[in-house]
């Protein structure tokens, strides 16, 4: 079969039959999607993604033997090519933040699902992360009063970056290279580089997925 027309293999994860069936029902309905497997808790979800590498697991946030937080960091270590979206009740930027941290790529509010569900499907098959549209908004209103005042040294909440260093990821996390990064701000790339190594340090960032995570969760860009 041709790449092309090879199937977008999903495991759909959660401990309620019928939320399994909703979430089946409106993935299948996409053309060129196919809903492999289904499991009732996070212990079956990472046996199967070990065995069968979907290229998505929708899984569950709160669900007995193991909670969807510590299944999607078993996932990401055993099949890092395959992304996470994860289904919760629980409207929260704090839970959201986590979701990121373990190496999800979305976070989609159940009361959502049935709005947002393809969106959220058509954002990932494209390798874009996605958040519900509740808490988007939610997030940007944070950080629209973080940055009122220009000058300040902290101007996302808890986190100890200057204006100059926020501007510098918001260009990364752009696509800009180092030299088009110094080039938009009058620098040299040689400081770029520099600020940039800091920044990883200052902020315990592992890698550059991690910086750019950071941007998407605080809507320094667009996800």
């Known amino acids: 079969m041709d790449a092309t027309q090879m199937s977008y293999r999903v495991l759909v994860v959660d ?23 289904e499991a009732g808790n996070g212990i079956e979800a990472v046996d199967f993604v070990k065995k069968s590498r979907p290229d998505l697991v929708v899984l569950d946030l709160t669900m007995p033997d193991m909670n969807g937080l510590e299944a999607t960091r078993l996932i990401r270590e055993s099949s890092p090519e395959t992304d996470v979206l994860i289904l919760s009740m629980h409207f929260s930027e704090e839970i959201a933040r986590e979701v990121l941290r373990v190496g999800a790529r979305g976070y989609l509010l159940k009361s959502d699902a049935n709005t947002e569900l393809i969106a959220a499907l058509q954002r990932l098959r494209q390798g874009k992360p996605f958040f519900t549209s509740r808490l988007t908004a939610s997030m940007t209103e944070t950080f629209v009063h973080a940055v009122v005042d220009p000058n300040s040294e902290n101007p996302v909440p808890g986190v100890p970056l200057t204006p100059r260093e926020i501007e510098i990821i918001r260009l990364l996390s752009e696509g800009r290279s180092n030299k088009e990064t110094a080039a938009a701000l009058g620098v040299s790339t040689r400081t770029i580089e520099s600020h940039r190594n800091h920044i990883m340090h200052k902020m315990g960032f592992a890698s550059f997925s991690d910086l750019i995570r950071f941007a998407v969760r605080n809507n320094l860009v667009e996800p």
């Open 15 to 37: 401990d309620h039959d019928v939320v399994r069936r909703g979430v089946r029902a409106l993935l299948e309905s996409q053309p060129g999607v196919e809903v492999s497997s």
